[in-house]
């Protein structure tokens, strides 16, 4: 493993790159944002026997350059990305970020800690408001818009919400007239599915008092801390978000988003 993998500490950026040019918000509203790229990539072997699920490749860049690139679009320029599968290829390829216009801090997990839990591991970086964002999927989502609502509603957590024809491999939720969440149901069954479902894009801004409610050192998904969450009577918003998301945890998914960003049915941030 290498030496920036093994310490976690990212540098500060000393000015502005390409991708950090468009749609940036004022500082006051830069916020941190973890990438969640641990994952084994299983079901993408053989592709992920020698790359990282994250790093698959579009249109000639890995898929965790596209998403780097459209967290700096939106202010996002303090990242962590946390690591498992072929940690080293990540921490060569982006160092410590300053080329492209943000720092990287690194965690690396032996063990997979899952969603939640990998963010409860650097709750020592997480001092204020911050973004999570799913590393498996392609995605040109306005996080602005997501990150404003979430400032101005103030609940714990913010859910980024799309629909989809299919959502019985990702989580469904209802929402009330005003956009709390009244239920939530993690890969349900097709019998399981209601009407005006959304689905959980796996993007949230959420508040640092969520990690009081993560396990520290033990696996733990957010589908669980939402979960109890809900149970104990905790408000959280579901906001629909404005754009695309084309999912690459499958060959046959990834193989649709290569030919949706070939094509041009599908506009890279």
């Not at 799913?134 to 957590?157: P, S, V």
């Not at 801390?225 to 999912?247: E, I, M, N």
């Not at 998914?253 to 941030?269: E, I, K, N, T």
């Amino acid at each position: 493993m290498g030496q920036t993998a093994a310490q976690p500490r990212g540098l500060l950026r000393r000015g502005p790159s390409e991708y950090a040019r468009r749609q940036r918000p004022s500082p006051s509203e830069r916020v941190k944002a973890m990438i969640l790229a641990a994952g084994r990539g299983t079901r993408l072997r053989p592709l992920t026997d020698a790359t990282p699920k994250a790093m698959v490749p579009f249109a000639d860049k890995p898929l965790l350059e596209h998403i780097v690139r459209l967290l700096a679009q939106h202010g996002f320029d303090d990242l962590v990305i946390n690591l498992h599968h072929l940690p080293q290829v990540i921490t060569d390829y982006f160092g410590d970020g300053r080329a492209r216009g943000v720092s990287i801090t690194y965690s690396l997990e032996d063990e997979l800690l899952g969603t939640a839990g990998a963010v409860r591991r650097v709750a020592d970086h997480l001092d204020g408001p911050f973004l999570v964002y799913y590393g498996d999927n392609l995605t040109n989502f306005d996080l602005g818009d997501l990150w404003q609502t979430h400032q101005r509603e103030g609940e714990i957590a913010s859910i980024g919400l799309l629909w989809m024809d299919d959502p019985t491999t990702r989580g469904i939720i209802g929402l009330d007239a005003h956009h709390r969440i009244e239920r939530f149901i993690e890969k349900p069954r097709p019998d399981q599915v209601f009407d005006n479902y959304w689905v959980n894009a796996g993007i949230y801004a959420l508040q640092p008092e969520i990690l009081n409610h993560i396990p520290p050192d033990t696996p733990c998904d957010f589908s669980e801390v939402f979960a109890d969450l809900l149970s104990a009577g905790r408000p959280l918003l579901g906001h629909p978000l404005r754009g695309q998301l084309l999912s690459t945890d499958t060959p046959e998914r990834y193989r649709h988003a290569c030919q949706c960003v070939d094509s041009g049915a599908f506009a890279l941030p």
